[in-house]
């Protein structure tokens, strides 16, 4: 099996500030971690190899501060860590994002199956994985949140209402996974100097060679401004249900709601 995870580094959530000049996160002054529901992707990809063989390939799309996340994942298990850098990527929305990283895949594919967490912590759009699906021509299974697996394919749970979807697609395929999908594993010494030795590969657009028109990115962010903060509710007291009642519609009337 030729297995694949997508990561992504992330400012710490709590450190983030934006820049309302160039509508971007500001991350000169954040911490940066690896996105949750990615590290449970690396966790699903391990436990795969586990069951059916093969090796495991984290890839990243940054600069050289991605290295970190990538050398977390060599600790828990995975073989080989990629890093996808250029200058021609900056500011790529999740269309070039995907471009780019099913360019990655077919330059060191075959995949026989790819993870991605279900959604960043930063951007929370879920688009990405999506889209490299489409693009590959694979099934996609979404927002796992327990997988199994056998020689034909995986099987996953999805969570719907008070119960689940259960969804199965052949391999080679590409699979979100949620922070309720298994538990990451501790890192031990072992991987921890396995990850201090790992070289950590690079591929730049001199090997991808995405055209100029690959790169546009069609979307664009025009404004930023904070989220409006919910009224805080009131409480009606009255000598009864009637008297209530009475109270409430008067409060609905004088802000026109009735």
């Known amino acids: 099996m030729n297995i694949f995870v997508f990561v992504k580094q992330i400012p710490v959530i709590s450190d983030i500030r934006m820049n309302h000049q160039t509508f ?7 911490g940066s971690m690896m996105n949750p529901a ?32 990538l050398r977390e994942a060599i600790a828990m298990g995975a073989d080989t860590a990629v890093r996808i850098t250029d200058d021609a990527y900056t500011g790529a929305d999740t269309l070039v994002t995907a471009k780019v990283l099913t360019a990655a895949v077919r330059r060191l594919g075959p995949a026989d199956c790819i993870f991605t967490g279900h959604a960043s912590l930063d951007g929370a759009t879920g688009q990405t ?25 995986l099987t996953i749970r999805q969570k ?12 080679p395929l590409l699979c979100s996974v949620t922070e309720d999908a298994a538990k990451p594993r501790p890192i031990t010494l072992k991987g921890k100097m396995a990850a201090k030795k790992a070289v950590i590969s690079v591929l730049s657009n001199a090997e991808l060679n995405l055209s100029e028109a690959d790169l546009h990115s069609p979307s664009s962010v025009e404004a930023l401004f904070p989220a409006a903060r919910q009224e805080v509710g009131i409480r009606i007291q009255g000598k009864d249900a009637k008297d209530s009642a009475r109270k409430l519609a008067d409060i609905l009337f004088e802000k026109h709601l009735i």
């Open 160 to 171: 719907a209402g008070t119960g689940y979807n259960l969804w199965k697609a052949p391999f």
């Open 129 to 153: 994985g999506r889209k490299i699906s489409a693009m590959l021509g694979i099934p996609y299974l979404d927002s796992a949140c327990q997988l199994e697996a056998d020689a034909g394919g």
């Open 38 to 69: 990615d590290l449970h992707a690396v966790e699903a990809a391990l436990s795969l190899k586990s069951v059916l063989g093969g090796s495991v390939t984290v890839l990243t799309m940054g600069d050289e501060s991605c290295d970190v996340q």
């Open 24 to 30: 971007t996160v500001d991350r000169s002054s954040a």
